[in-house]
């Protein structure tokens, strides 16, 4: 699916999780950042909806630049990028069964921002991580229902990854924050599905209907 620019920020959802964010320091790397930005396999509450992203979500994904921000601040100065996920890139993307796993070396010796986020996650203020990203494939269940829940079978693009402040809802261990526009875009998937099973159902109706009309016909010709 090719989208331009303006359409993949309309298009765009973001999802944020809480679990462990680990503060780290080695000769290699220096000071960095890891953590685990997509879950797969993890039902989370939208509210009214609950969400599952599929474990080959990402497989065909355009991974080939994304940057590493805080709290979706698309105006700032990146922390780190990751361009073709090369070894030269200063955040680095791997995918397991778990989800997608993320290394960010923070340059905290030039940049007052790394060196603030790199003390926050090491104290334990900075738990949790958010993707922005636009969905290619996806699939609902329990349509009919007050609760329907949904299949995101492929991701087309990661725009970015995000070290948040609030990364979930109280009283769960996984919890999706969504903001106003990924409703929008949700809901608006929910609709054209809710749409497509109304024509398939109308569909079959109707060719139910005329291969019983057919068979009226047929018996009253042999009659």
């Not at 959802?13 to 503060?23: D, K, L």
């Not at 007050?146 to 402040?165: F, G, N, Q, T, W």
């Not at 809901?187 to 054209?192: K, N």
Request: glycine share 4%; with cysteine; net charge negative.
């Amino acid at each position: 699916m090719n989208l331009t620019e303006v359409e993949l920020m309309e298009n765009k959802e973001t999802r944020s999780f809480a679990f462990e964010v680990r503060a780290e320091e080695n000769e290699k790397h220096g000071t960095f950042i890891t953590g685990t930005p997509i879950v797969f396999n993890q039902a989370t509450d939208l509210g009214w909806c609950e969400e599952t992203i599929s474990e080959r979500a990402l497989e065909g994904t355009d991974l080939k630049d994304v940057r590493f921000l805080i709290g979706h601040n698309t105006g700032m100065i990146p922390l780190a990028r990751s361009r073709n996920n090369n070894e030269n890139s200063t955040m680095q993307m791997t995918v397991d069964e778990n989800g997608m796993n993320i290394r960010v070396d923070l340059d905290t010796e030039n940049n007052a921002e790394a060196r603030a986020l790199y003390s926050a996650v090491k104290r334990g203020d900075m738990t949790g991580m958010s993707f922005m990203f636009t969905v290619d494939s996806d699939s609902w269940t329990d349509t009919d229902t007050d609760y329907p829940k949904r299949l995101i079978r492929s991701i087309s693009r990661v725009l970015e990854v995000s070290a948040v402040a609030f990364p979930a809802y109280p009283g769960t261990s996984i919890q999706a924050a969504s903001e106003g526009e990924t409703l929008d875009s949700v809901r608006a998937s929910l609709e054209s599905a809710k749409k497509k099973l109304a024509e398939e159902k109308a569909a079959a109706e109707a060719a139910e209907a005329e291969a019983k009309a057919k068979a009226v016909r047929e018996e009253r010709r042999t009659a």
